[in-house]
């Protein structure tokens, strides 16, 4: 069902739900092509682009718990897809690298990911559509809302 202009709780209603039917379409496409879900995606893609990050700034991108964060870091890093270096600044860390098959999964699984979206979402929304939710990521993150509590 639409949202009706202005009222939030019904916009916060269309926006959980496309947010949960695209997470799932995407995780299905990956789970088939890739052996992989989307939130081992999500740590892959974010190593790659942030070479070097620890368990905690995992956490803080994502707004998860450590713990969480920290198991999927074990699976991934099971499957050889990252490994764990020592952090010269903190002995008590590690940071957080892509391997070459992490690497080359991620890069795959973007190419999938980019596809999908393209034919799901396509031009559905406008540039200020996108900023404006941009602007309200932006403000939740520097007000730090959502954060898990433990």
């Known amino acids: 069902m639409a949202s009706k202009s202005g009222d939030p709780r019904a916009f916060f209603a269309d926006l959980v739900r496309c947010e949960t039917r695209l997470y799932n379409a995407l995780n299905d496409r990956l789970r088939e092509r890739h052996g992989i879900v989307m939130s081992q995606y999500e740590f892959l893609r974010h190593l790659r682009e942030h070479p070097g990050s620890r368990v905690a700034d995992l956490a803080a991108e994502f707004a998860i718990g450590i713990g969480a964060t920290s198991k999927g870091v074990d699976r991934l890093e099971r499957h050889g897809w990252i490994a764990r270096q020592p952090n010269p600044a903190d002995r008590r860390s590690s940071l957080l690298v892509l391997t070459a098959a992490g ?48």
Request: hydrophobic share 45%.
């Open 103 to 150: 690497a080359s999964l991620a890069d795959a699984a973007g190419r999938t990911c980019a596809e999908l979206l393209t034919e799901l979402v396509g031009d559905a929304f406008d540039d200020a559509a996108v900023r404006a939710m941009s602007r309200l990521r932006a403000t939740l993150e520097r007000d730090r809302i959502g954060l898990p509590t433990g």
